[in-house]
């Protein structure tokens, strides 16, 4: 039993974690920002149209730390999964975390922060990451899956470009 314990910890030890860093200034109001990204119904609308994003859960008015939200996703060739996350912090106004309970991810910690600054805001998004699969995971976020991630930003950053500051 202890051999199998050091084994997983050694492993748990070699996990590389990946972080995506990416900020937005919009010409809005903290409440409007928080509004528009505190709703998970929004989501669909910021995602591209190839990740087949489908939010299966009933949803309340309000985030709230604890929540469980379950999609659909297509994140990889076009096979399909699901992938839920729980919210697991929020401070009203100011940033919310979303973690990965299960899917594509071996890890995935989603940090959505905003700041007033300038007459508007600032959108921070802090994204730390970790792929399954070991080595050959690591290959993947080389070949494939950090440019993806990079995309689905690039996305979203010119969805709400258009939406926001036009």
Known sequence: MKSNTVQKNAEEIKMKVYKLHKEQFLKISAQEAWDYIS???NLKEITPDYMGFTILSDLSAEMYAGQIITYFVKPVLGIPM?????????????????????????????????????????MTDIIHYAIPFGYLGR?????????????????????????FNQ
């Not at 700041?115 to 600032?122: A, I, R």
């Not at 991630?149 to 470009?161: H, M, P, T, V, W």
């Open 39 to 41: 709703s998970p119904a």
């Open 82 to 122: 699901r992938w839920c996350t729980e919210i697991t912090h929020v401070q009203e106004g100011e940033y919310f975390v979303d973690e990965q309970r299960f899917g594509p991810y071996k890890m995935w910690h989603h940090e959505h922060h905003i700041k007033e600054e300038n007459g508007g805001v600032v």
């Open 139 to 163: 290959i993947a976020k080389w070949l494939f899956v950090g440019k993806q991630l990079e995309g689905i930003f690039k996305y979203r950053f010119e969805c709400l470009e258009k939406k």
